[in-house]
């Protein structure tokens, strides 16, 4: 797992073309810091959901799935993982930021990734029933909207699904 302020190694941030954090491989790697996130929030009881922001290779901030352990309705991933960041940065802005999340973002996390205008947004698993980056909605890329952000899907899906199978198969047995 990265920690926030962790960089990749400077061979792969500074290699040719790189502008953003598009490759699989640095994908797949700041996914899994989403993955352990995930699994913290499993561990309090919480949906395991991770969500972790990005820019320019480094990790600005985490955030896990906290409803349950803070009784906060609003304590999803997303909006723990952009508090934070926001909390640290001169702006809530999130210009030229990529968000790497476990499930696909809710109206409301959609809503607030829009708001923050994240430039990017890495999902694992699709979530057919409250999804809004596909699934349901397609909140990011609503041209009537104010912002847009780019949106790359099936990230580590598998990592994701098992990990909230596993969560909820003994809550539904």
Do not use: Q
């Not at 309090?44 to 349950?68: K, S, Y």
């Not at 926001?86 to 990529?98: C, E, K, N």
């Amino acid at each position: 797992m990265l920690a926030p302020g962790v960089r990749l190694s400077d061979d792969i941030a500074t290699r040719e073309g790189w502008d953003d954090v598009t490759d699989a491989t640095v994908d797949a790697t700041f996914m899994g810091t989403a993955l352990e996130a995930a699994k913290r929030a499993g561990e309090h009881d919480d949906v395991p959901v991770g969500c972790v922001l990005v820019e320019n290779g480094a990790i600005i901030a985490v955030g896990e799935n906290r409803r349950e352990v803070d009784r906060d309705p609003s304590a999803h991933a997303e909006i723990v993982a952009l508090r934070a960041a926001a909390s640290r940065r001169p702006s809530w802005r999130m210009d030229g930021v990529t968000a790497y999340v476990t499930l696909e973002p809710c109206v409301m996390c959609a809503g607030a990734l829009l708001n923050a205008r994240v430039a990017r947004v890495v999902i694992g698993a699709m979530d057919e029933k409250a999804g809004a980056v596909g699934s349901r909605y397609n909140v990011l890329s609503d041209p009537r909207l104010l912002h847009e952000a780019d949106v790359t899907y099936d990230v580590r899906a598998d990592d994701s699904v098992r990990l909230l199978s596993e969560f909820f198969s003994p809550r539904r047995g």
